[in-house]
């Protein structure tokens, strides 16, 4: 069995303490703060895209980061 590997300063009780926090939210908290999440971000837009487009789409993200210095960093929730 492989070990699992986490980011810098994430275990797997973390992980377990986020997924029980939204798994125990309602849709209309879950709504609200996506909401308020997208409202915390001015001049970004928050889009749905088709998965297939997520690579394209990062590795055009990564390149505007590399040559706009006062972008904002990439983000992502899902």
Do not use: C, F
């Amino acid at each position: 069995m492989t070990e699992s590997k986490y980011p810098a300063g994430w275990d797997a009780e973390r992980v377990q303490r986020l997924l029980d926090h939204y798994e125990n939210m309602s849709d209309d908290e879950l709504a609200a703060e996506d909401d308020a999440a997208a409202e915390d971000r001015p001049g970004q837009t928050v889009i749905t895209v088709p998965n297939e487009l997520l690579p394209a789409i990062r590795q055009l993200l990564a390149s505007y980061q590399r040559t706009a210095p006062d972008a904002a960093p990439e983000t992502g929730r899902r």
